[in-house]
């Protein structure tokens, strides 16, 4: 079955970065487009970043553009999300997903001083 372990998060201060990882297995990772999304405390999930098979990002949140980086490494099946200069408002816990409708458990993430 299709599983999905996001890890990499934690707490840091504002400035600070994370790189975040989703191990995918149970399904043709290098076939899918990949996303990351996150879920703030009492709002919906959003669309962080897509990474389509070839590596390339196709869609980036315009808050995160220039801070964030989101790759693909298809021969370990895992995604991961470069987080840079990380803002109070980008808590959340961060899910990654290859269809917007399966998740892991998600990895928790905490920007505050």
């Known amino acids: 079955q299709v599983q999905l372990v996001e890890s990499g998060g934690g707490s840091v201060h504002p400035g600070g970065s994370l790189r975040l990882s989703c191990a995918a297995s149970?399904?043709?990772?290098?076939?899918?487009?990949m996303s990351w999304f996150r879920r703030a405390p009492g709002r919906e999930r959003v669309l962080v970043a897509n990474?389509?098979?070839?590596?390339?990002?196709?869609y980036l949140l315009d808050s995160v553009k220039g801070r964030f980086t989101a790759l693909r490494d298809n021969d370990k099946n895992t995604l991961y999300l470069q987080m840079n200069t990380l803002r109070p408002e980008e808590t959340a816990v961060y899910y990654c997903?290859?269809?917007?409708?399966?998740w892991g458990q998600g990895t928790q993430v905490t920007v505050s001083s």
């Open positions: 997903s290859p269809d917007s409708a399966t």
């Open positions: 149970g399904f043709p990772f290098s076939r899918y487009v």
């Open positions: 990474v389509i098979p070839a590596n390339t990002t196709t």
